[in-house]
């Protein structure tokens, strides 16, 4: 069974830009979860879909929003990109939005210039 | 809210010797807890976890972790470390999902560096 997929692996942006994240899941997996990891802030959850519905939200402000498509695939946007966007992002998914089982992508790498 | 301490950053063992990580935690009700290990380069990968029943819970690679609810602990223990465990380890917390909703929404701690030495 394939693991998540996370595109792209690595990007570049410069201050300002926008960016469009894509996460596939597990296949059956319809839950899908986003995390943020700095080495400033550590992992900090950003927010989760299940079934094409935003189920929880961290503590990010506006310009980041995700969303999920009818096949458990999800997005994430950064809008107005900052330096201290730069991180790794990471999707996980799991069978549903409430088991704790999550399974991790590798992650995108994003550097904000 | 819920929190996490795992008070080592960095913790150097030899190869064959034991292991044992540090986590606490804060959280008004029953918890759940977790320990994942990220590899460098590489996503988060799930050891175990402990969402109620037998406070001794076995996962993945040998490793095992004990609740305390009184030490509000949750340390990872393994008896006999292989070069390959290094990485960083990573205690989370989650919800009382069932009664608050809290889904997947995990608190993670700040990680410990475990480095084997041969």
């Known amino acids: 069974k394939a693991g998540v997929t996370q595109t792209p692996r690595y990007l570049i942006k410069t201050r300002g830009q926008q960016v469009t994240l894509s996460c596939s899941p597990i296949s059956g997996h319809r839950s899908v979860s986003w995390y943020q990891q700095t080495p400033g802030q550590g992992l900090q959850f950003l927010f989760e879909y299940f079934s094409e519905t935003q189920r929880n939200k961290g503590n990010f402000p506006g310009r980041f929003s995700g969303r999920q498509f009818s096949n458990s695939r999800s997005e994430m946007n950064v809008s107005t990109l900052e330096l201290g966007d730069s991180a790794l992002y990471l999707c996980?998914?799991?069978?549903?939005?409430?088991?704790?089982?999550?399974?991790f992508g590798e992650g995108s790498r994003l550097t904000v210039l | 809210a819920q929190s996490v301490t795992q008070p080592d950053i960095h913790i150097t063992v030899s190869e064959g010797a034991s292991l044992e990580l540090r986590c606490n935690y804060s959280y008004g009700a029953t918890p759940y807890l977790f320990w994942y290990v990220q590899s460098p380069g590489q996503g988060l990968q799930l050891l175990l976890k402990y969402f109620s029943g037998d406070t001794l819970v076995q996962g993945i690679k040998g490793f095992e972790a004990e609740f305390k609810r009184s030490q509000s602990s949750f340390n990872l223990r393994k008896p006999s470390v292989h070069w390959s465990d290094a990485a960083e380890y990573f205690c989370a917390v989650g919800a009382g999902v069932i009664l608050t909703g809290g889904g997947n929404k995990l608190t993670f701690g700040t990680g410990t560096q475990l480095k084997v030495e041969l």
């Open positions: 996980a998914s799991s069978t549903g939005p409430n088991t704790g089982e999550l399974f």
